[in-house]
């Protein structure tokens, strides 16, 4: 679970067809509407709103956007009018097991997946490559390979062999092997788990900070998993680039989002796992959505329909939403993640959730969605998406209405491109 059991019971059902899988023949698809224009459209670029203009895709990038865009004759063309053209999301914190995780992420525009931890990293690389290949009709992948835990902790709970360590001394060498393996950032738990009251043991500080240091020695982002305040403020100090997770265990201290803020980190809040921990999950809302339901695998609705066991501990969701409220106004840049598929996620549907929380957490509806498009591209170094600009990867989401006003309208999906190939949402919901 998240905060407990991040790679949690339900999702190891997964896990042994994960471990061995390869990929399949539906990576791909037979390019469709390749160059086309979407005109007369509200567009949200990553930061900003443009309220009525035209966007011209060549292939897999966006070649021109303005309202006085001449549209060639040889391209289709969408008509945008009372619609409102998105980049693809991107979930900065996930965790994928097979490539009908990918796929479902992609159908409900989120065209990029961040892994934050997997018992497979050769599997990962793979489902990585096939994603990134010309034509394929899976969400891109980034993956953190093995979490870096120590004997004990949480991510040991797997039931596949996890590798650990726990000296300062081995801090170097444990990170050139997840390099060696493929990781794209490196993910530490740093969590003893009393703050929902299921021990593990953990590092020292002074082990995190060498962990820390070997990652950014090596050119990688810091990346830890934190269950309480005090886990995130060491984390910080020692110079993480972002935390995992808010905290549910206490109120942040008045000085929290300062801290983040002199030292130039972000937050992944996970709002949707972190109402699941507490009890108040909105996973069965997702299920019954006529938005998402008809998408949705057997699978990701009885994932959906779970629940944590029940935590041993005094907790507080709105905990995590005064910390994101602190963070907004310290401007600590916060990204979008959904732990999916942990109990009450799902891959892709939970993005919209998220959305929708942040917003009610205090963001305003153009902050919440950049904090799923341009906020992690920026921070995980993805910069050619995660914006809709001239030059930019043709990653897009076309909704109804106005999500800059109206954050629910995400979830009205028109159409998904990725690499500017058009989507098949219908076939996917009739499979």
Known sequence: MSLGNELSRFAYAALIAFSFFGCSDDATEAPSTHDFAIRDVRVFDGTSVIDRTTVIVRGDRIVELGAGASIPSDLDVFDGTGKTLLPGLIDAHAHVWTEADLAQAAIFGTTTVLDMGTCSPAGAVRLR?????????????????????????????????VPTMSDPSEAPGFVDARIAEGSDYI????????????????????????????????????VVHIGALQDAVDAIEVGADGIEHLFI??????????????????AVPTLSVLRSVTGASIGLSIAA??????????????????????????TSYGAAEEAVRMLKDARVPLLAGTDAPNP??????????????????????????????QAPADRFGLGDRGRIAVGARADLLLVNGDPTVDIQATADIVSVWKRGMLLRRAAAASR
């Open 129 to 161: 490559n096939a994603a990134g290949q010309p034509g394929s009709s899976w969400a891109d992948l980034r993956t953190a390979g093995f979490l870096v835990t120590t004997p004990g902790g949480h991510g040991t709970e797997s039931p596949c062999p």
């Open 187 to 222: 993910k530490i738990v740093y969590d003893d788990g009393h703050a929902i009251g299921i021990p593990y043991k953990t590092f020292s500080k002074t082990t995190l900070a060498a962990i820390v240091e070997a990652a950014h020695a090596r050119g990688k982002l810091a």
């Open 249 to 266: 265990d206490k109120s942040p201290t008045p000085d929290f989002a300062s801290l983040l803020a002199s030292h130039g980190a972000f």
């Open 289 to 314: 959505d006529p938005h998402f339901a008809p998408f949705l695998s057997q699978g990701a609705v009885t994932g959906l329909t779970k629940t944590f066991d029940p935590l041993r501990t005094v």
């Open 344 to 373: 009450g996620t799902a891959h892709g549907a939970s993005m919209h959730a998220e959305l929708g929380l942040l917003v009610a957490a205090g963001l305003t509806p153009v902050e919440a969605l950049t904090a799923a498009t």
